[in-house]
C-alpha cells in the first residue's frame, strides 16, 4: 500500500487493516554504547511504526545483530600507546543484547524474530539490525489512516520527551568511519516508558479523534529533519526554537534543532483542534508545545529569541545537493579450495558443525525478550520439544481475525566478498523460503533491503554494492516480491591502531540483510520446524550441487572456496507455490529450510527440535560430506505422514527427494555405507554448548 514514501512500508493484511514493516540500523552508536545504542535503536524503529501514516500501532519487534567472536579479546585501539580500547565483542553482545530486550519489554511489544551473526571482520564496527511491525485500521469514517498532509495554518507540535545535548551529530557520525574523533556524545540516551505514553495516546485515542492531519518521527537530524519533511506537504515552515522545551539550559540554536534526543515525534495540529488536542496529551502526562506553524511559503525560517537563525528555500533543502559521481571497479574473488578429503565418518564433523556460533543455539537472546505480550503468538523464536531457533515467526496482530503475520530474513555475508550478485539472491532466496515453510503463499510476501557496506569510495566495494543491488532487483522481481522499506548504512569501518602503534583499518563484511513479512491466511494451518511422529516420511525439496563457496562447511575448514550456489529463481518460483498448495491441504507436518551449514545440519535440528532420530540414505552421485553440507538454494526438509505420501508427491512433483523416516533416538545416515551415526540427545548438547553459560 506504500512504498519507500513513509517512516514505514505498508501491505494489505485485510479488508480492514494493514501493517506496517520497518528495519533500521544503529551501528555506530553501538559501537561506543552497546546498551545505548541497541535501546535507541530499537524505540526508534517504533517510532517508525507511530509516525506512519496517522500512526500506526507497534505490534512486533524483530532484531540482528552482527558481532566479532565474544571469545576474543581484539588488541585494538582508537587512539595510539594503546588509548581508548575498542569495547570487547562480547561486552557489545551482552549491551546490544540488553539494549534491545529493555526497548521492547518496556515498551510491551513481543520480540520474537531474529537473529545472530559472527565474524571478525565486525570487531571494529558491530552491526545492530532493529525493526518494528505495526498494525492499523486502513480507514477511519470517510478518512484513510494511511495517508497524511500538513495544510498551511497547521501548528507545529512537539511531543514527549525534551532536547538536551545527547545525539547532537548523530546522523553524521553514524555515516562515518569510527576512528579516535568519534564522539560518544553522539549516541542519544533512550527512555522507552516516556515513548510508551505518547504511543499510546496517539494510536489509541489522538488518531481516530482527528487531532492532527500528520504526524512523523524526530530521529536522525532531530527537529530539523521532522519539521522540514513535514514541511514539503505544506510547503513551508516557521519555526520558533525558544520555545522547545529543553532538558537544561544554555544550549545553542544549532543544537536545539539538530539534537536527536529521544522520544519525541512531531504533529501537524489545526488551529482549531488544538485545545482538545492539548487538552487529551495533559490527561495522559504527556508533554506537548507548540513551537511553530507551517506555512506555504517555500521556504523553512528558524527563529530564536526574535533572531532569524535559518531562512532556506525547501527546495534547495531538499534537492540542492548536487549528484555525487564515483566508479567502480570489478573484482574476482580467487580463494583457495579447501584441499581435505571426504572423513570416512562424518559424525565428529556434525558435531563440530553443530558448534559453530552461526549454527548453535542462541536461546540466551530470544529468552531475554517477551515474544507472547500482546497474545498474538503462534510460532515462537524456538520450536519444538528441543527449543530449536526457528527460520520464521507468526503472531496473530489482530484479534478475532484466523490471518496472522509471518517474518523471516536472510543474510549471508561470508558471501559478498566472493560473489555479491549471488549473495543477494541467496539472501532473497532464505527469507522468502522461510515464510513459504511455515505456510505464507508467495504471492502474500513483501520484502525489505538492509545494506551495511564499507566505505562507498572504494571502487571495489562500490562495484559489489552494485553487483548486489542487481542481484536485489532481480530477485524480487523473479519472485514478484516488491520491497517496501529499506535503509542503507555506509562507511561501517573502523580506523585506529594494533599494540604496536600501527595503523589498522577493519571493515565489515559487505552485508545485506533482507527480510520478509508475510500475510498467513489461516494461522491454524501454519507448519513448524520440528519432526512429529516416528514413521513419517523425510524429504528434501529441492536440489542439491557442489555449491559450497563461502559455506559454514568450508569455513570450519580453512577456506572459503569460489563455488557460491546459485538459484534457478523461475524453478524455485514454482516449487514455492506447490508447497504452499501442500501446506495448505494438510499434506506436511514439518519444514524446514535448508541454509548456514546445509542439508545435514537442517536434518539435525528438525531431529533435535522433536527429539526423534532419522534413517536417511543420500545418493552417492555427489561426494558425501558435500551433499550433506553444500548450501545450495532453493531447498526445504520436509516431513509428511505415509498415509499422505501420494497426494504429497502428486502436489510437488519430482522435486521432493525421498530421504528416509523418523524414528529411534538416533541419527543415521548411510551413503552407500553409514556415514553417521548420533544420538539426538548428543546433538542437542553439541547444539547447545557455546552459549550454554550466557
Not at 516508558?193 to 482527528?210: C, L, P, Y
Request: charged share 20%; proline share 6%; glycine share 12%.
Amino acid at each position: 500500500m506504500t512504498v519507500f514514501t513513509d517512516n514505514s512500508g505498508a501491505i494489505v493484511f485485510d479488508d480492514t487493516f494493514l501493517v506496517t514493516h520497518k528495519v533500521e540500523t544503529h551501528n555506530s552508536p553501538s559501537a561506543l554504547d552497546p546498551f545505548g545504542g541497541a535501546l535507541t535503536g530499537i524505540v526508534g524503529v517504533n517510532r517508525d511504526t507511530i509516525g506512519f501514516g496517522l500512526g500506526a500501532k507497534p505490534c512486533i519487534n524483530v532484531y540482528g545483530y552482527c558481532v566479532g567472536d565474544p571469545g576474543t579479546e581484539p588488541a585494538l585501539f582508537r587512539g595510539k600507546d594503546r588509548e581508548r580500547p575498542i569495547l570487547s565483542p562480547r561486552r557489545i553482545l551482552d549491551g546490544v543484547v540488553h539494549g534491545v530486550g529493555v526497548g521492547g519489554n518496556c515498551s510491551g511489544i513481543p520480540t520474537p524474530q531474529g537473529w545472530c551473526y559472527f565474524h571478525d571482520r565486525y570487531v571494529g564496527k558491530p552491526l545492530v539490525f532493529a525493526g518494528t511491525v505495526g498494525v492499523m485500521p486502513r480507514v477511519h469514517g470517510d478518512e484513510k489512516l494511511y495517508e497524511k498532509r500538513a495544510l498551511p495554518g497547521d501548528l507545529i507540535v512537539m511531543v514527549g520527551g525534551r532536547v538536551g545535548k545527547d545525539g547532537i551529530h548523530g546522523a553524521t557520525f553514524s555515516s562515518e568511519a569510527l576512528d579516535p574523533a568519534s564522539p560518544v556524545t553522539a549516541v542519544q540516551i533512550g527512555d522507552p516508558i516516556t515513548q510508551k505514553k505518547f504511543s499510546d495516546v496517539i494510536v489509541k485515542e489522538a488518531r481516530d479523534q482527528g487531532l492532527y492531519r500528520s504526524i512523523t518521527d524526530n530521529g536522525a537530524g532531530g527537529l530539523s529533519c521532522a519539521v522540514a519533511e513535514m514541511a514539503k506537504e505544506s510547503n513551508g515552515c516557521h519555526v520558533f526554537l525558544d520555545r522547545v522545551p529543553l532538558k537544561y539550559p544554555g544550549m545553542a540554536p544549532w543544537e536545539i534543532w539538530i539534537s536527536e534526543s529521544q522520544e519525541r515525534m512531531t504533529l501537524a495540529v489545526p488551529e482549531e483542534r488544538l485545545d482538545a488536542f492539548m487538552d487529551l496529551m495533559q490527561r495522559r502526562e504527556v508533554e506537548a508545545t507548540v513551537i511553530g506553524r507551517f506555512t506555504s511559503s517555500g521556504k523553512c525560517v528558524v527563529e530564536c529569541h526574535g533572531a532569524v537563525v535559518m531562512d532556506i528555500g525547501l527546495d534547495f533543502l531538499h534537492d540542492g545537493l548536487p549528484k555525487k559521481h564515483l566508479k567502480t571497479t570489478p573484482v574476482v574473488a580467487r580463494n583457495p579450495e579447501p584441499a581435505a578429503p571426504c572423513p570416512d565418518r562424518l559424525d565428529a564433523t556434525l558435531l563440530a558443525m553443530l558448534k559453530r556460533k552461526n549454527i548453535c543455539a542462541k536461546e540466551f537472546i530470544s529468552t531475554q525478550y517477551d515474544h507472547t505480550v500482546q497474545g498474538g503468538h503462534v510460532l515462537g523464536p524456538v520450536q519444538g520439544a528441543g527449543r530449536v531457533q526457528g527460520c520464521a515467526t507468526l503472531t496473530k496482530v489482530v484479534p478475532g481475525s484466523d490471518r496472522g503475520v509471518g517474518l523471516s530474513q536472510g543474510l549471508f555475508p561470508i558471501y559478498s566478498e566472493i560473489d555479491p550478485y549471488r549473495m543477494a539472491i541467496a539472501a532473497i532466496d532464505l527469507a522468502i523460503r522461510g515464510l513459504i515453510a511455515i505456510g505464507v503463499p508467495l504471492d502474500w510476501i513483501a520484502l525489505l533491503d538492509n545494506f551495511c557496506w564499507c566505505s562507498s569510495d572504494d571502487p571495489e566495494r562500490l562495484w559489489q554494492l552494485k553487483r548486489a543491488a542487481f542481484g536485489c532487483y532481480d530477485g524480487a522481481t523473479a519472485f514478484s516480491t516488491p520491497y517496501i522499506s529499506g535503509k542503507d548504512s555506509m562507511f561501517n569501518d573502523f580506523s585506529g591502531f594494533d599494540e604496536e602503534n600501527n595503523p589498522v583499518k577493519v571493515s565489515v563484511l559487505p552485508t545485506l540483510l533482507i527480510s520478509s513479512i508475510g500475510i498467513h491466511p489461516d494461522v491454524t494451518k501454519a507448519v513448524s520446524m520440528d519432526v512429529k511422529f516416528a514413521g513419517d516420511l523425510v524429504y528434501v525439496i529441492g536440489m542439491t550441487a557442489e555449491e559450497l563457496g563461502g559455506s559454514e562447511y568450508f569455513m570450519h575448514l580453512g577456506s572459503p572456496g569460489n563455488r557460491v550456489p546459485a538459484l534457478d529463481l523461475d524453478a524455485a518460483r514454482e516449487r514455492y507455490g506447490r508447497l504452499a498448495k501442500a501446506i495448505d491441504k494438510g499434506l506436511v507436518a514439518s519444514a524446514f529450510p535448508v541454509s548456514h551449514g546445509g542439508l545435514l545440519v537442517a536434518l539435525a535440528k528438525v531431529s533435535i527440535a522433536g527429539r526423534l532420530g532419522m534413517e536417511i540414505a543420500i545418493p552417492s552421485t555427489i561426494r558425501p560430506d558435500y551433499y550433506l553440507f553444500s548450501e545450495s538454494l532453493g531447498r526445504i526438509v520436509v516431513t509428511v505422514s505415509p498415509g499422505s505420501r501420494q497426494a504429497f508427491e502428486d502436489t510437488i512433483g519430482s522435486d521432493a527427494v525421498l530421504l528416509g523416516r523418523v524414528g529411534g533416538p538416533d541419527l543415521r545416515v548411510t551413503a552407500g555405507r553409514p556415514i553417521v551415526d548420533l544420538r539426538v540427545a548428543d546433538m542437542e548438547a553439541a547444539y547447545r554448548a557455546p552459549f550454554g553459560g550466557y
